[in-house]
């Protein structure tokens, strides 16, 4: 079982920054695939960017690429999202998503456990 807390999301002018923070449990965190997905209210959830268990790779779901920066700490057991030039379109909730068996993948069905989420509001 893998337990999974987000924090840092709230309110941000358009142009701004925001940084999430997911701090995950278990022994082998180093071992998961991490990604954070959003949902809009009246939308389905999107992913939004995903990192391998070392780092090495990351991707980016298209409309935030160039602004959002996914990142890890294995010794912390943390991973996070750094939003900047942020727009409107980016208000959502953020969850954070968790795969165990080393496998990447961009839709919901990829990921083994979640978190309960985190808000972020972007005003014009």
């Known amino acids: 079982q893998v337990q999974l807390v987000e924090s840092g999301g709230g309110l941000a002018q358009a142009g701004g920054s925001l940084r999430l923070s997911c701090a995950a449990s278990g022994r082998t965190f180093s071992s998961y695939v991490m990604s954070w997905f959003r949902q809009a209210p009246g939308k389905g959830r999107e992913f939004v960017a995903a990192?391998?268990?070392?780092?090495?790779?990351?991707y980016y779901a298209d409309s935030v690429k160039g602004r959002f920066t996914i990142s890890r700490d294995n010794a912390k057991n943390t991973v996070s999202l750094q939003m900047n030039s942020l727009k409107p379109e980016d208000t959502a909730v953020y969850y954070c998503a968790c795969n165990t068996r080393r496998l990447l993948g961009i839709t919901k069905a990829a990921y083994d456990y979640w978190g309960q989420g985190t808000q972020v509001t972007v005003s014009s």
């Open positions: 990192i391998t268990w070392s780092g090495g790779s990351v």
